[in-house]
Nanobody, 124 residues
């Protein structure tokens, strides 16, 4: 059974840093593209960042470029999102997602597996 479990979300103040983690299990994700999405209340789920299976190319939404960093461990089954200089508009439920194949895409519908999501709240 495939599981993606996020952790690290909490209430922080604007300007703070936070690191989210996602542990993937149930299959070998070392050659799968993985990413982070977020969904604010009343909004659609939107792309945040994604990385290829070999920690090669990374992709970021314009709104987080320069502030967020996506990475994964050598085994490929743990995904991280380092978030710096957090802004109140970053308040959302953050989701870890994985594809079955290595190609990185940035649309939610292209991802096959999803975590349950974790709340990040940024106060002003």
């Amino acid at each position: 059974q495939v599981q993606l479990v996020e952790s690290g979300g909490k209430l922080v103040q604007a300007g703070d840093s936070l690191r989210l983690s996602c542990i993937a299990s149930g299959r070998n994700f070392s050659r799968a593209a993985m990413g982070w999405f977020r969904q604010a209340p009343g909004n659609q789920r939107t792309f945040v960042a994604a990385t290829a299976w070999d920690s090669g190319p990374t992709f970021y939404a314009d709104s987080v470029k320069g502030r967020f960093t996506i990475s994964r461990d050598n085994a490929g089954n743990t995904l991280y999102l380092q978030m710096n200089s957090l802004k109140p508009e970053g308040t959302a439920v953050y989701y870890c997602a994985a594809r079955k194949i290595p190609n990185v895409l940035i649309t939610a519908r292209d991802y096959d597996y999803w975590g349950q999501g974790i709340q990040v709240t940024v106060s002003s």
